[in-house]
């Protein structure tokens, strides 16, 4: 069974108005200041810099460095490296001087020892970037929206607040696309975010701002929320370590858009970070009372799990094919599991992928369980106020007038194409697929799948490439544990990386396999170094 003429038409047409909107977008925005940076990001000078978030903690508490010190260092880089990334929209240096203070004051008076701090502290002193759709008190809470220009969080969003209780100090918030529903970080209220290894190219969404700050090493530790790939596309970007939790397990309260729908089924929230060492300490923070269900203190011994590889979604006519470099380091990393751990990687296909972004879109607008849609996506832009009109908002953009960014447009513009009455064949897909895929992992099973297609994509390209972000999101409507891990550069300087997933509620499997790939392939690379 395959698509309707109707589906195949309306998948057709989504890609011809997302192409006429590339055009337009082209031939009639503003030139920004980003295709015009040609120079490189300052390398890393500061030993601080290059330390993990879980040897700085153990620095800072037995007195070989101050989080005083090490606060300043990450302010001193951000405020180095921010012209040039715009990742940072809005910093808190002042108050997290004073919280360095306090901790290391703490530090001083404590009598317990190191192993008291440790337990009860485990992140005492190091700094914190938070991405902006998270509540952060005292700090901007928009999303981008013009309309919510001087909304100021006042209470922390759960796994923030979480990440705090454990001693971190968050330096600031970091740049969105609009409204989290785009895989660029620009918006009309902060700007566009630039990748690190190439201003001219994008750093993701949504939560590009983190990426771009950690993988420019001004930040060491970071939270994103996900629910199409906007942990894991930054983090493929920027070359860093991001990982989606199991569904359920991070609470995504204060989290701005909230979920509504079926979205709480595919939102999730995690970490970010340069160093694969502090993924499963900010997992076990960040989940809190939930963090009994994902089994993290339970060794895990690689040698004895199943290992799968799937080299990409069958020919999507959706998407475009995995570059070669792609395609080659995943082959390298099944080469490289075979000969150090001596397990068998067997390569797998699920024909269901070539469907991965429609499935995907069809999950997104299904109702709850009251049988109460999602919320619209122009109801979201017209906040605090009426709906916005998107065909009008439109016309406006072509004469600079409008407060919304292109993307956002175009995304309500296609969700008034959409046909009402979701496909059946697609949801037969999704259902075979789930049931193939949980049968095949278990809970020994990891598999290997593309980050993306491409290496990262140069500004505004994503209009052309709308559904490349399925090698993500399809992860997302199975309700799968995934970390994105780097993977070195590529031909042009670029970074690679690749998803490595597991059965739900099996993310310590994923996380082992992280740090694995590290120290196997190198990790996180300075994107200022020669």
């Keep these: 069974m395959a698509l309707s003429r109707l589906e195949k038409a309306q998948v057709w047409l989504s890609k011809a108005v997302m192409g006429v909107f590339y055009m ?18 300052p390398p890393v000078i500061n030993p601080l810099l290059v330390v993990s978030a879980t040897q700085l903690a153990r620095k800072i508490r037995r007195k070989e460095v101050s989080s005083v010190e090490v606060v300043r260092a990450y302010i001193d880089r951000i405020q180095e490296v921010n012209p040039f990334l715009n990742a940072v ?22 009598t317990g020892g190191e192993e008291v701090l440790e337990d009860r502290l485990p992140l005492l002193g190091v700094p914190l970037s938070v991405k902006e759709s998270f509540a952060l008190q005292g700090m901007p809470h928009t999303v981008g929206l013009v309309s919510r ?14 990440l705090k209780r454990a001693g971190a100090i968050p330096m600031g ?15 009309n209220l902060y700007g566009i975010t630039n990748n690190p290894y190439d201003f001219e190219r994008i750093p993701g969404g949504s939560s590009g701002g983190e990426g771009s700050i950690l993988g420019g090493a001004g930040a060491v530790i970071g939270i994103g929320s996900d629910i199409g790939g906007s942990i894991r596309m930054p983090c493929f970007f920027n ?27 595919y939102c999730s929230g995690g970490p970010m970070c340069r160093y694969a060492e502090d993924l499963l300490p900010m997992l076990r923070i960040m989940a809190g009372p939930n963090a009994h269900m994902l089994s993290l203190d339970t060794k895990v011994d690689l ?56 499935i995907w879109d069809t999950y997104m607008g299904l109702p709850d369980k009251e049988g109460k849609p999602p919320q619209p996506f122009a109801e979201l ?124 509620l099996q993310d310590r499997l994923t996380l082992e396999v992280a740090l694995y790939l590290e120290k196997t392939f190198g990790g996180w690379r300075d994107p200022g170094a020669n």
């Design 381 to 504: 832009m017209g906040e605090p106020g009426q709906p916005a009109w998107p065909v009008w908002e439109l016309l406006k953009w072509t004469m600079g007038k409008s407060e919304h960014t292109f993307a956002a447009i175009g995304l309500a513009l296609m969700e008034m194409v959409h046909v009402m009455k979701p496909s059946a064949f697609l949801m037969q897909q999704k259902e075979k697929l789930q049931k193939e895929m949980d049968e095949l992992l278990g809970t020994d099973g990891v598999f290997l799948y593309p980050s993306h297609p491409r290496v990262a994509p140069k500004h505004h390209h994503p209009f052309f490439r709308l559904s490349d972000c399925a090698y993500t999101a399809i992860i997302n409507t199975l309700g799968l544990p995934v970390t994105q891990c780097p993977l070195g550069l590529g031909e042009e300087g670029l970074p690679l990386g690749v998803q490595v997933g597991a059965g739900k």
């Design 89 to 110: 929209t809005k910093d808190r240096f002042d108050a997290a001087l004073q919280e360095a203070t306090q901790v290391d004051k703490l530090i001083e008076e404590e």
């Design 303 to 358: 040698k004895k799990l199943r290992f799968f590889t799937i080299p990409h979604d069958g020919g999507s006519a959706a998407t475009y094919p995995v570059s070669k470099e792609l395609l080659e380091i995943q082959r390298k990393v099944v080469e490289r599991l075979e000969a150090d751990l001596g397990v068998n990687v067997q390569e797998v296909r699920f024909p269901e992928l070539r469907y991965g972004f429609q």
């Design 239 to 265: 070359g860093i370590f991001g990982h989606k939790t199991t569904p359920g397990v991070v609470s995504i309260e204060n989290h701005y858009p909230t979920c509504s729908g079926r979205h709480a089924e």
């Design 149 to 162: 220009k001087g909304v100021v969080a006042t209470v922390d969003a759960a796994p923030v607040a979480q």
């Design 173 to 187: 918030v970091t740049n969105t696309s609009e409204l989290c529903m785009w895989w660029e970080s620009s918006n």
């Design 24 to 41: 337009l977008f082209r031939l009639l925005s503003p030139r920004g200041a980003e295709g015009s940076l040609k120079r490189k990001l």
